[in-house]
């Protein structure tokens, strides 16, 4: 811990930068109190400033070197000196050696470390000079991972919980031990390193499945014998809030934990099955949510066409997906796009799942009756000029959303349909007339996602007659085309899937006036839209699988091909 002196000095100093204004540091101080925490550690739990403001910061004010762990490349000879557990006891990642092999570069999350680096000079024995620089500390519990690797091991805690016999049949709280308690944090670490959307604890006859869902496909982890499962059902439901007594009714509940250097979110929900309670837990990353737009990843001419809708001062925006297309992450990209202290942005979710600055964000509650009618009348009269909506419903759901955007606000909106052209069909469903889709619409974006090929491994391969038909249809003149197509392969560094990471694909449908007279016939409005750039998530697809960043194996997975092959087959 920073002494009061320290505290102030830097305070006072990053707020004659300009980084912070004097009511933020007032804030911080206050809260420094109550928390324990150091400075720079609490400004970023109020997002006043980022983790990597702060390594600057607290870098130029010690006279220290600061770096950017997530664009480094490690050196082997240096990783090979500092065994892994003495790397991660006192966290710390060897990064260089300089030529003559004296100076070693040894990345830390801290700037008073001078007994770590004592101990690793002793490690070392004495001969290596040791040069200290300052990275963050998320970024460096990530670099461990990658450069050591890291795997769940279990065993050790499970037989001590078997020693301490705290894994009998009967539920009670006294069953969440330590050892317990650590082995359900260990399952949570490991699934916010492995990037997990969401982790599934399954009870069956004799034992206990554990699965995470990476990239929208789920993997099994681990099998627990049965016996393990009480404790730690217990334990999650303590920390989520649920009634540990209830097992026979669904409950739903939120765990905020400070893991991996960075703040994360579970939602938790319990489920009563034949063989015991089914828990899945949603894992939210703020760091993960929060995405510029630019750094979405889209294609230039689909990132320009969003940008011209938020463009407008008002209407409706529409969303379109199925459940884990990422609709939220896009919208919070959005919103984070026109965020700024000028203007009033309101949400109304159900649940919120990302906190964010300078919105006013609030859950939909049944218990408080804040539904999405009463919540949207109470918004409009809180002088919104964007107002975010999580789900258009039913019918009197889609009829304030459609009044708030004709009264002069932006209204963004999600909407399950399977394309952008088929939500205007639905929104008529809902008592939606096309007179007034007229008025208001701005448009309306369909999106997927697609995993993207593992750089590692991917590998090269001819295209099919078919497949080269549609490229050559699609992406360039059949003159022209001549592109290699890749498809997975597998090895350890995408858990032998062929797979790493995902890829937003969107068809983005943007409303121009002389559209307006075919809402009502989806296929002639798709026609009119091409004059403007309109493409289909399809056609998209095989952009990005010409583009060699995914396969047409996994296309097919998420994107029904047949309508295009069909065009393309017509002679």
């Known amino acids: 811990m920073l002494a009061a002196t320290d505290n102030t000095r830097i305070g006072e100093w990053m707020l004659a930068k300009g980084m912070i204004t004097a009511d933020q540091l007032e804030i911080a ?24 403001m702060i390594r600057d910061v607290l870098a130029h004010y010690h006279a220290q070197e600061s770096i950017d762990l997530q664009q ?3 050196d082997p000879e240096a990783l090979a000196m500092v065994p892994e557990a003495f790397a991660r006891q006192h966290k710390l990642l060897p990064l260089d050696l300089s030529p003559d092999k004296q100076i070693m570069r040894v990345a830390l999350s801290g700037h008073n470390n001078m007994l770590v680096l004592d101990a690793l000079r002793h490690m070392l024995g004495g001969t290596i000079q040791l040069k200290s620089v300052l990275a963050t500390e998320a970024h460096l519990e990530q670099a461990l991972d990658k450069c050591y690797g890291h795997s769940l091991s279990l065993d050790s805690l499970l037989r001590e919980i078997e020693q301490e016999g705290s894994a009998p049949s009967s539920l009670s709280v006294q069953q969440a031990s330590r050892p317990v308690i650590r082995l359900v944090n260990a399952v949570l670490i490991d699934a916010v390193k492995q990037g997990a959307s969401d982790i599934h604890f399954e009870p069956e006859h004799a034992f206990l499945r554990i699965r995470y869902r990476i990239d929208g496909v789920l993997w099994q982890i681990r099998c627990l014998h049965d016996r393990y499962w009480p404790a730690m059902c217990v334990r999650l439901k303590i920390l989520a809030g649920m009634d540990i007594a209830e097992q026979r009714t669904p409950q739903d509940g939120r765990v905020n934990m400070f893991l991996c250097g960075r703040q994360i979110d579970f939602r938790v929900s319990s489920h009563p099955t034949l063989h015991g309670e089914n828990l899945v837990l949603r894992v939210l990353d703020r760091d993960k949510a929060i995405i510029p737009l630019e750094a979405m990843g889209l294609r230039a001419p689909q990132l320009q066409r969003v940008k011209t809708m938020l463009e407008k001062p008002e209407g409706l925006l529409i969303l379109t997906g199925p459940t884990g297309s990422g609709k939220t992450t896009t919208l919070y990209s959005m919103l984070g796009h026109l965020n700024h202290e000028h203007v009033n942005i309101m949400t109304l979710e159900d649940p919120v ?40 419903r039913d019918e009197s759901t889609a009829a304030m959303a459609v009044r708030a955007a004709m009264t002069g606000h932006l209204v ?45 491994c991917k590998r090269q391969t001819e295209a099919d007659r078919a497949l080269e038909q ?9 003159q022209t085309w001549a592109r290699p197509v890749f498809e997975a392969e597998g090895c350890v560094h995408c858990r032998m899937s062929g797979y790493h990471g995902r890829l937003v694909i969107m068809e983005v449908l943007t409303m121009h006036a002389d559209m307006n007279a075919m809402l009502t016939q989806p296929l002639a409005m798709q ?45």
């Open 29 to 52: 101080l206050i809260e420094q109190q109550k928390h324990r925490l150091l400075l720079g550690q609490q400004l970023v739990r109020l997002h006043f400033v980022t983790d990597a």
């Open 72 to 74: 480094v490349i490690v």
């Open 353 to 392: 799942e990302y906190p964010h600055a300078l919105m006013r964000q609030t859950s939909v509650n049944a218990a408080n009756k804040v539904d999405f009618i009463n919540g949207i009348r109470a918004i409009l009269r809180q002088d919104p000029d964007i107002i975010l909506i999580g789900e258009i």
């Open 412 to 456: 963004m909106t999600t909407l399950h349909t399977n394309s952008a052209t088929a939500a205007f069909s639905r929104l008529q469903d809902l008592g939606v007339s096309p007179h007034m889709m007229a008025g208001c619409l701005v448009g309306v974006i369909a999106q997927r996602l697609l995993r993207r090929l593992c750089k590692h």
């Open 470 to 478: 549609l490229l050559r249809q699609v992406c360039a003149p059949a």
């Open 527 to 571: 026609q009119l839209a091409r004059v403007h750039g309109y493409t289909t998530l399809a056609e998209e697809g095989l952009q990005w699988v010409n583009a060699g960043e995914t396969s047409v194996q996994e296309l097919r997975r998420v994107v029904d091909l047949s309508a295009l092959e069909a065009v393309v087959a017509t002679p």
